[in-house]
């Protein structure tokens, strides 16, 4: 009796011990473990998403706009409804529907980006507008999906809100 408590006893801390060792090791790794399509994924966006702040804060209204699929969707909170294609995009950004001024400097995170196959990519992040001040005009996040076209990701639908 007192070997197979002693077993029963070895068994469970060798479980605990394993369990323990199991949990931290998930716990240190946990969603570092990106497939190579998500680390491109990543990557296209962060791109896409630098090539838009400067075009943005260089006030180059046609270059934005070539950031956009030919079909995108640009939804962001406070307008009306959504905005349909990149030629009605180009002219809601040129009559400054989206309340950005020339003054105004505009930064960007991306948080994530995941590969959803078939060239699509689903991100999200987080943005910000400054004065020339320094100080913080708006700001909130950003969830937007891209599509893959010859390599380079282009926004097919911007959904963007204030906080």
């Avoid at 240190?28 to 497939?35: E, K």
């Avoid at 959504?82 to 960007?108: K, W």
């Avoid at 078939?118 to 004065?131: K, L, P, S, T, V």
């Avoid at 708006?138 to 999906?145: A, T, Y």
């Amino acid at each position: 009796m007192n070997d197979r408590k002693t077993n029963s006893i070895l068994l469970l801390i060798s479980l605990s011990v394993a369990a323990l060792f199991s949990g931290q090791i998930l716990a240190d790794h946990h969603g570092a473990h990106m497939s190579d399509s998500q680390v491109d994924a990543k990557a296209l966006i962060v791109e896409h998403i630098a090539s838009l702040v400067g075009v943005i804060n260089h006030n180059d209204n046609a270059g934005m706009a070539a950031l956009y699929t030919e079909d995108a969707i640009w939804s962001l909170q406070g307008l009306a409804d959504p905005i349909y294609g990149r030629t009605a995009i180009l002219a809601a950004r040129e009559a400054n529907l989206n309340g950005i001024t020339t003054d105004d400097t505009l930064s960007a995170e991306v948080l994530t980006a995941h590969d959803l196959g078939n060239g699509y990519i689903a991100a999200n992040g987080r943005w910000e507008m400054r004065d020339k001040e320094g100080g913080r005009v708006m700001g909130g996040l950003w969830g937007n999906v891209f599509r893959v076209v010859d390599g380079k990701a282009l926004l097919f639908l911007e959904s963007t809100g204030l906080n």
